[in-house]
Every structure is written in structure tokens, then in C-alpha cells.
């Protein structure tokens, strides 16, 4: 299988960095795992509805660049569905057992994925109704992903 993340934005602080890196290395055996950043459109501080939205449609465009046309997609989506880690490694195993052994996770800019990205997505999946920076949101989703993958192995990790 191969998942990647693909993340609106550069990753700066070391310490997300390293840490996923440790899950990238921890994945290793088991899938192909990616990262791939995006650059993120550069704004003001304060912008029209219609600024926001332009600026989420140029970083979708970048986004779906990077994603195939046989990959399926789960966007990251305040709005989307809250998934328990048990869920998750279903949906995982399930895509790679009838669906496809290519997913995507993506991971939009401040300001949120574009309406472009969300049509483009199968399922859209919410860590829940907190807001959390979405450069952090790599990191926990890389983990939950190594999770997911430790349960659907049957092996110790996951309490």
C-alpha cells in the first residue's frame, strides 16, 4: 500500500519534523509512505470572503497536482466524519483489499482545502471540532496512520 500526506505549506518547526520522520521510519516495513508539501499561497493578515477563497482555490490547484487519478482521497475536514483509530484501520485495510493501494490524506492551508479538493475527495475525515495547526495535524495523523497500520498487523502498540 501507499499513503501519502499531502500538506499544504512547509513544515518549519524541527521537532514535527523528527518526529515524522520516526513514523516515516516506522511505516517503512509495512507501506510506502510519503510526505509531499505544497506551497502555500502567500496573503495578508486580513482578506475578503472572496480573497480566502481565492487563495484556497490556487493552493487546491497545487494540491491536486500531486494527487493520481487512481488514488483515493480522504480530506481532512472539520466538517468531515470522526473516526475512531479502530476505524480508521479498517477504511485502510478495506481500501487495500477492495478498493485501491493508493491513498491520500490531505492536510489544507490556514485557511482550509479548497471546493475543488473537497469534490475530489471519497471520504473526508475530522480529528474532531478543535481547531489544531495544520502543520501538527501532520504529525498526529502520521502517527494515527502508524497506528492504524499496527492494528490491522495484530501487533503491540495500540492500547
Known sequence: MFIQIVAVGKL????????IAEYAKRLAPYVKFQVVEVPDEKAPETMSEAEVQAVKAREGERVLAQVKSDAHVIALDV???????????????????????????????????????????QQ??????????????RLVLAEQIYRAVKINRGEPYHK
Do not use: C, N
Open 12 to 19: 518549519k518547526e524541527k521537532y514535527l519534523v523528527q518526529g
Open 79 to 121: 466538517g468531515g466524519e470522526l473516526w475512531s483509530s479502530e476505524e480508521l484501520a479498517a477504511s485502510l485495510d478495506r481500501l487495500g483489499t477492495y478498493g485501491t493501494s493508493h491513498v491520500v490524506f490531505v492536510i489544507g492551508g490556514s485557511h482550509g482545502l479548497a471546493d475543488s479538493v473537497l469534490r475530489r475527495a
Open 124 to 137: 473526508r475525515l475530522s480529528f474532531g471540532r478543535m481547531t489544531l495547526p495544520h502543520q501538527l495535524m
